[in-house]
């Protein structure tokens, strides 16, 4: 396999910062690198058959070898000065790999049998991404963009690569074994081959992309070395963004991965625009808050979060956490929840915003139908529940507040109903909502 890379601002983060989140129990440091060479800037999964070289900054997943069968690989990478070579096998078993690469001031990981490369390797890009700048708007895209990958993988089963309209990669979701050679080269090269690319142009793939946004799938080309792919274009208006790629991999696509494909397409289409407009990270977190405000620029404010001031609306909170979890673990968790919230409501609502309230995750739901709105919204919730708790293993409680005449009638919060997995609704919940007319104690939903 080729080396897939994630580049990293200069700074970086130790080893040590690595290795402390990957556990004990899926690897262990053998030898420590050389006291310059402990910032990892980048990872790099790379395959013995390939030869690829690695940059100095780079942790290396060294797949397809254990023990003592890494050695011809571990000679060739040394080369390239890499902070650490991973690598499965026991101490004993890595005995002779260790003395090869005594005094290089390249580190060894073993690396548990059992451990999955693709769950180490997001691991560390995590890791490396917490230690990014949060002020500049190019790292927030790719932090949002990022997210946006790796939740859509979580959730189709499969594996994610955003690109722009010239085809350059703008993220992906962590790699393991069973990519296929158009996924590697397109990460190696940061852009899809140009082979590949006329091959999809010659067979109306990007025609049937720019007609709207509806998923595309494409069937399996064993001849060309590809897997079936699912792809849709991620639109602002009449405008193409870009697109979302969707490799299927030893599993089975989810049952709804084209309504995923759509509420991904649309949630990357809005970090896309901001990113555009050179929004700050406290515009994006205040948007909800703006909305409920209740102040007297609550028009304006829904119109330019693309929602018709006159149209019924409602609230939902989604909240997770724990006390037994550290602040970091909190911080993660809420964001990994965003993501799959707004994926989940891009999907059932285009102009769906999503944001932080509190320590709460909220949704205000526009343009909504007296009598089929309810229903579905009750459906929306328990999907978000459900995936809450099969892929990011969360305890999600969500709240559902009583449909509003509009957003700006939404001037206050007071308890309301849990729903829970299994469809049941509790009321009042204290860390529920019901949105209320102003007031008007009384509306119902």
């Known amino acids: 396999m080729r080396p897939e890379e994630q580049t990293v601002d200069a700074v970086g983060v130790t080893l040590s910062d690595v290795l402390e989140d990957i556990g004990v129990d899926n690897a262990r440091l053998l030898m420590a690198p050389g006291p310059k060479n402990e910032q990892v800037r980048e990872t ?16 290396v ?13 571990v000679r060739a990478l040394l080369a390239g000065r890499p902070v650490a070579i991973a690598i499965k096998g026991s101490e004993t078993e890595l005995a002779a790999v260790r003395e090869v690469m005594e005094g290089t001031g390249t580190g060894l990981i ?29 790292t927030l895209m790719q932090r949002d963009l990022f997210g946006i990958a790796q939740t859509t993988a979580t959730l189709t089963r499969g594996h994610v690569v955003i690109e722009d309209t010239a085809n350059r990669v703008l993220a992906y979701s962590p790699a393991s074994n069973d990519v296929d050679e158009l996924r590697r080269l397109s990460i190696l090269a940061r852009r899809g081959p140009e082979r590949y690319q006329k091959l999809l142009k010659e067979s109306g793939v990007y025609k049937h992309l720019q007609g709207g946004e509806v998923p595309i799938h494409i069937p399996a080309n064993p001849e060309e070395g590809l897997r079936e792919r699912v792809a849709i274009a991620i639109f602002a208006g009449r405008r193409i963004l870009g697109y979302i790629w969707l490799q299927e991999g030893t599993e089975q696509l989810a049952a709804n991965t084209d309504r995923i ?23 994006r977190r205040d948007r909800v808050s703006s909305l409920l405000s209740g102040t007297a620029q609550i028009h304006s404010q829904a119109q330019s979060a693309g929602l018709d001031p006159s149209r019924p609306a409602a609230l939902v909170l989604v909240s997770s956490g724990s006390l037994h979890q550290s602040a970091p673990g909190l911080q993660l968790q809420r964001g990994e929840l965003a993501n799959l919230v707004s994926i989940h409501a891009a ?39 459900r995936d809450a708790g099969a892929h990011l293993d969360l305890q999600v409680k969500a709240a559902i507040g009583a449909r509003c005449g509009a957003p700006g009638q939404a001037a ?5 109903r849990e729903e829970r997995p299994d469809g049941a609704s509790h009321g009042p919940h204290p ?7 102003s007031g008007n104690h009384g509306a119902g939903q």
């Open 347 to 385: 999907a059932y609502r285009p102009g769906a915003v999503v944001g932080a309230l509190g320590l709460e995750t909220a949704i205000i739901l526009p343009d909504l139908d007296p009598v089929k709105s309810p229903a579905a919204i009750s459906r929306l919730v328990n999907v978000i529940v």
């Open 110 to 138: 073993a690396v548990a049998a059992g451990a999955r490369w693709d769950q180490l390797e997001g691991i560390a890009i995590d890791r490396l991404r917490e230690s990014l700048p949060s002020g500049d708007a190019s």
């Open 431 to 437: 860390q529920g909502c019901i949105l209320q007319r």
């Open 261 to 283: 494909m759509v509420g991904s397409a649309r949630h990357a289409a809005i970090e896309l625009v901001r990113h555009r407009n050179e929004q700050s990270q406290s515009m």
């Open 412 to 416: 206050y919060i007071t308890g309301a």
């Open 44 to 59: 790099a999964i790379v395959d013995p058959e390939d030869g690829a070289a690695v940059a100095p900054g780079a942790l």
């Open 61 to 73: 997943f060294l797949v397809g070898a254990r023990g003592r069968a890494s050695l011809p690989a």
